[in-house]
Every structure is written in C-alpha cells, then in structure tokens.
C-alpha cells in the first residue's frame, strides 16, 4: 500500500508540473502568432540569400510545392538542390499580411530584390500556405509573381 500511495503521490506532482500530460497537449516550440509567422518569413528569406540547406530543410515541408516567378514548379527537394553560392543582391520584405486559419497560416508580401547599391531590379509579390505540424510551421505551398516596375 505504502508503494502505491508514493507511486500516486509522484504522479500527482507530475501532473502538476506538467500539466501538458494532464491535458494530452503539445508544448508549442513556436507560436502561432502573426508576429511569429512574420519571423518565420524573414527567416525563409535570409536562409535563400545565404543558400542555408539545414534551415531550408527544416521551414520546406516534404510535401512543399513552389510556383516560381518563372512559372516553374518546384518541390523540396528541387528547391534544394539548386542552391548555389551565395547570391549578390539584398532582398527585404514590404507590404505583408498574414492570416491566421488555426493551423494554416497564408502570407502575402512584396519581396524588394536590390543590387549592392540599393538599385531595386526586381520585386516580386508572393503568397505562402504554411501548416502548424508537431509544434512548428511549416511551408507547404508558395506562389511567386514578378511585379512590373513602376
């Protein structure tokens, strides 16, 4: 008797200090805030300007499909397999929106694409579907369209 009431006791604390196992709920590793999106955005981009494969894999999700500005279609595994060096221009984000479904999140932004001088040479507005699995977003879908200059 002694042995099941220590037993209950230490499942009782457990259960106070967890109470994630309480509820059967997962401990978020990140938020699901438009701010946390938004960083996750900004993350997605700086990983293409410095070709960082190991962040890339981990923000593409296997199943992720991208619609360049080109017109291709892409998956994951093609996206990363045309990394390269480092590319010569700064890209910075303007005219974002984030919507948030539970979890989907959609991001629609402006991509401003500048040479070294802060000449702009192409901007380009894209819309990305990113998923909430296991404690972290995702990116499943992006759509990529070239805005004329004005």
Same mark, same amino acid.
């Given at each position: 008797? #002694? ?16 109470? @994630? ?10 938020? *699901?805030?438009?701010?946390?999106? =938004?960083?996750?955005?900004? &993350?997605?981009?700086? %990983?293409?300007?410095?070709? &960082?494969? %190991? ?7 296997? &199943? ?5 500005? #080109?017109?291709?279609?892409?998956? #994951?595994?093609?996206? =990363? @397999?045309? =990394? ?14 984030? #919507?948030?479904?539970? &979890?989907? %999140? ?16 192409? *901007? ?14 995702? @990116?499943? %879908? ?7 200059? *004005?």
């Amino acid at each position: 008797m #002694k042995g099941r009431g220590g037993m209950l006791r230490l499942l009782t604390i457990a259960l106070s200090i967890f109470p @994630a196992l309480a509820f059967g709920r997962e401990i978020p590793i990140q938020g *699901r805030t438009e701010r946390t999106v =938004l960083r996750f955005e900004r &993350d997605w981009l700086r %990983a293409l300007v410095e070709r &960082d494969r %190991a962040t890339l894999d981990r923000i593409l999700a296997d &199943d992720f499909i991208d619609s360049n500005w #080109k017109g291709q279609l892409r998956n #994951k595994w093609q996206v =990363l @397999a045309g =990394l390269s060096n480092p590319i010569p221009y700064l890209q910075r984000l303007q005219d974002v929106n984030i #919507k948030l479904y539970q &979890d989907v %999140a959609v991001a629609r932004c402006l991509n401003m694409i500048s040479d070294q001088n802060g000449r702009i040479m192409m *901007r380009i507005r894209f819309t990305d579907v990113l998923l909430y699995r296991q404690g972290h977003w995702q @990116a499943a %879908a992006a759509h990529e369209t070239p805005v004329n200059s *004005r």
